[in-house]
């Protein structure tokens, strides 16, 4: 049976392991936020557009569209993206129009930074609309660093009534 000196030694070491884990996780991965967008028919415009919204990202992204009629098309100048401070004053909603969209098409809006590439694509056609979205992280270290972080935080907690032992 462990004493309790041991037990209070092996719980401080596990902390000291898991908070080292969590800055490397901050140092590789910075502090960024990012989310999946959702596109939606805008009604409220003159003219058919769409509207795309993804709530909080951070640093500031890039945002292009792009379609699967007229692929390689420049829509920088047929459409308008802003970027809104959140209440915290970190991250931003990011809103974009595209205008002058036609039906029986594919549209995607794409944002990006350095650490995500997210991605919301919508359909329409007369009769129905179609959505689909993913998120991708961009940055190899941060994913690796999370992930290494995740492994040793929970390969510590089977071994920690092993070290004990005397």
Known sequence: MASLGQVIFWSIISIIIILAGAIALIIGFGISAFSIPEVNVD???????????????????????AS?????????????TSFELNSENVTMKVVSVLYNVTVNNTYSCMIENDIAKATGDIKVTDSE?????????????A?????SLYIISWALL?????????
Not at 158 to 166: G, T
């Open 129 to 141: 609309i179609k959505r689909r979205s993913h998120l991708q992280l961009l940055n190899s270290k």
């Open 43 to 65: 009604y409220n415009a003159s003219s058919e557009s769409l509207r795309c919204e993804a709530p909080r990202w951070f640093p500031q992204p890039t945002v292009v569209w």
């Open 68 to 80: 699967q009629v007229d692929q390689g098309a420049n829509f920088s100048e047929v459409s308008n």
């Open 158 to 166: 089977p071994l920690s009534p092993y070290l004990m032992l005397k």
């Open 143 to 147: 994913s690796l660093c999370f992930s």
